[in-house]
Nanobody, 127 residues
Framework: QVQLVESGGGLVQAGESLRLSCVAS????????MGWFRQAPGKEREFVAA????????YYSDSVKGRFTISRDNAKNTVYLQMNSLKPEDTAVYYC????????????????????WGQGTEVIVSS
């Protein structure tokens, strides 16, 4: 059973930084591309960033490119999201999951093991 546990969120002021972590268990972590998504109040969940199985390639949504950095440590089954220059519009609950790429889009991995999301970690950026 796959479990994803996100942490590291909090309340910060605009311009500050946070580092999110996601520890995965119940899977062969290094076999999967991993990604971060976020869901702001009243909005749908959206893609933020993805990283391939060995960390050699990373991908970002236009809204975070240049400010966020995704990384992973396969020895620790952990994926990270370093968030710099935070803006109020980054306020959301952040989730990680295994991902796949279809065309130009990154989507949650559709395998049944990844159907359940973690509890997420809340990021609030005040202006």
């Amino acid at each position: 059973q796959v479990q994803l546990v996100e942490s590291g969120g909090g309340l910060v002021q605009a311009g500050e930084s946070l580092r999110l972590s996601c520890v995965a268990s119940g899977l062969s972590f290094s076999n999967y591309a991993m990604g971060w998504f976020r869901q702001a109040p009243g909005k749908e969940r959206e893609f933020v960033a993805a990283i391939n199985w060995n960390g050699g390639n990373t991908y970002y949504s236009d809204s975070v490119k240049g400010r966020f950095t995704i990384s992973r440590d396969n020895a620790k089954n952990t994926v990270y999201l370093q968030m710099n220059s935070l803006k109020p519009e980054d306020t959301a609950v952040y989730y990680c999951n295994a991902v796949i790429r279809i065309g130009s889009k990154w989507l949650p991995n559709p395998q049944p093991d990844f159907a359940s999301w973690g509890q997420g970690t809340e990021v609030i950026v005040s202006s």
